[in-house]
């Protein structure tokens, strides 16, 4: 049955419409106009990503195994448009508040390197990254909600190892926009960018004759409420939301620390003296942990997400999709959001916070996050395979 | 069935955060700030969420 033909299920539909109207107004009332920006940008994150199905971890796994580069190209072209764009607006007075907007810039360390190696590995066990998990969890998707309950104890536990991981030897935080400047950190890493997107193309026309440069731009099946979306309008629309989101919050998208910071509440809530850990003393993570969850902006574009996708899958009729789910796929599951969570919390964020913000913001630590966890999908492609075998 | 028991999970889930913020409030809100409020101009570190880790363990 295809997509454009199913019904939408009227039900779980009504739920994130109403969901959306009482945090819109909670948010507005309680907390903040801009937790509202936040959490309404949230909810266009999640509908893109549901509708044009963009996950990192799939589109990896198919250039790995197959050479099959149309998830990667859009990739490749999302963080291209982002670099340019946020280089307009990093260190500028936002259009929503009185103040500068920062980059999610973060050292390049040993733990980066550890920690998105790690990431990159768990992502192909889980089958979904730090968005991928988020998104298909929300639309109702159960191993990925056990990836997810997992990805929270993870990061917890990271959080717990904080300090052997901070020792360990780090540069700092690496602008290449202070570093070199605006305009040749944009043509630096554009020339990057544009190096390895012809790389990619190059090894999939050579495997695959029937290569197309357009297949992302593919819109005959296009359905602006059912979906799918190409994936160049996903790709499109991550930077649009991902600007809006510099601009509302004053930082880039990040998606992890909210699951850290879930748990800990959590575990604190049942006995455990969370704020004892040194992650947790820091200055914004002991915030955080004191104020209500609904202060915490990475919290609210998380729900936001959860309530897009939410409404995206019942537009689709594909909301709880039943997926099979034995003992091997529960230990990936559990392994993978275990590992993600711990490689989040070492390498500063996920494919979005570190890989595709940071980037994004030209910090020197998201293109080693992209290296290293590259790296450690290729491996988890082949641990993979004991699992979903 | 199923989609009503993810639902009612989901629901749990957001009910617990409800009673964090009726417990906890928000003392703090870390897009609220101006340069002369409790943290005695360092609000600019302190408002970044730090998705990415902890605003102490690196500099914007």
Redesign the interface.
Known sequence: MSAITKKIDLTVLGYAVLATLLFSFLFFTQVGNRHLYVFLIGIGLGVSLYHASFGFTGGWRNFIEHRISSSLRAQIIMLGLAVILFSFFIGSNSWIYDGKMIGAVAPVSVSVVVGSFMFGLAMQLAGGCGSGTLFTASSGNGKMAITLVFFMIGSLVGTYHFDFWKSLPSFGGVSLMNEFGKVNSVLLQLSVLTLLYYFIYKSDQKRNVNFKHSDIFDFSNFDLFKGPWPLILGAVLLVFFNVLMLQAAGHPWGITFAFGLWAAKIVQFLGVEVSSWSFWQLSYPSTALENSLFADPTTVSNLGIIFGALAASALAGNFFKASLINKKILIAAILGGFFMGYGARLSFGCNVGALFSGIASGSLHGWVWFLFAFIGSMIGVRFRRVFYS | M???V??FV?SLC?T??FL??DS?????????HSHDDQTGG?S?????????????????
């Open positions: 199923k989609r009503i993810y639902l989901l957001l617990f955060a964090d913020h906890n409030g928000v003392a703090y809100n870390p897009l609220f360092a600019q570190s302190i408002s970044m969420p730090c998705g990415l880790g902890g605003s102490e363990n690196h500099k914007h």
